[in-house]
């Protein structure tokens, strides 16, 4: 497994922003997005592409363009709808899937309730949103299930990861193809199993549902 961790002075004050609880819920929406796209430049280094020719108003030259079968992109309902529009607008042509998983607050087991996928990712390019990474477990099992239908390499994209979540997944994947990009690794998890500092509950601050 490989782990990016971007350097960059904008990436960090945005997240700066966004971990300010006195942000309001559509800033914070807006910053996610832009951040998102930060990082999903560097995660798509490696997407699949192929030359083309195009004409030009003077001459032909030679292109390059992203080859088929697009790139999937599956946000992890529903934190991961609010990182959707930051990889779409750098990846406008990207086919999109959705995968509803959510952590049992009382037992931290993952529960799988809603999937709309395709069928056959036989050789695909997979890209998963999930902005927290913190017990690792939500994105073990995306990985392992988009893994069943035959994705061949997995890239998640996270603003914030827990070094446990981190570990979680070296240790229960063991897996060369699956590349984690992120804005920042946290300090810790609490015994609730919130990324310390962290920015609280993404999902409950893009949407309006906070204390």
């Not at 990436?11 to 929406?29: C, G, I, N």
């Not at 592409?49 to 992890?76: D, F, H, K, N």
């Amino acid at each position: 497994m490989r782990v990016t961790v971007l350097d960059h002075p904008l990436v960090a004050h945005k997240l700066t922003v966004l971990r300010d609880r006195k942000t309001p819920s559509p800033v914070f929406r807006q910053l996610v997005e832009e951040l998102v796209t930060l990082i999903a430049y560097e995660a798509t280094r490696e997407v699949r592409v192929e030359p083309v020719e195009v004409t030009t108003p003077v001459a032909t030259a030679t292109g390059t363009a992203l080859s088929t079968p697009r790139p999937l992109v599956v946000p992890i309902l529903r934190a991961g709808l609010g990182m959707l529009e930051g990889m779409t607008r750098l990846v406008p042509t990207a086919e999109v899937g959705f995968l509803g998983m959510a952590r049992n607050e009382e037992t931290l087991d993952i529960v799988t309730y809603a999937e709309r996928l395709p069928e056959d990712l036989t050789g695909r390019q997979v890209y998963v949103l999930d902005p927290m990474l913190a017990t690792g477990g939500t994105l073990v099992e995306a990985i392992k299930f988009l893994r069943t239908r035959g994705a061949a390499e997995v890239t998640c994209l996270c603003l914030l990861a827990a070094p446990e979540g981190l570990e979680a997944l070296e240790a229960k994947l063991d897996d060369d193809d699956v590349h984690v990009v992120l804005a920042a690794v946290d300090e810790k998890l609490d015994e609730k199993a919130y990324i310390i500092p962290g920015l609280g509950d993404a999902g409950d601050r893009l949407y309006g549902v906070v204390d």
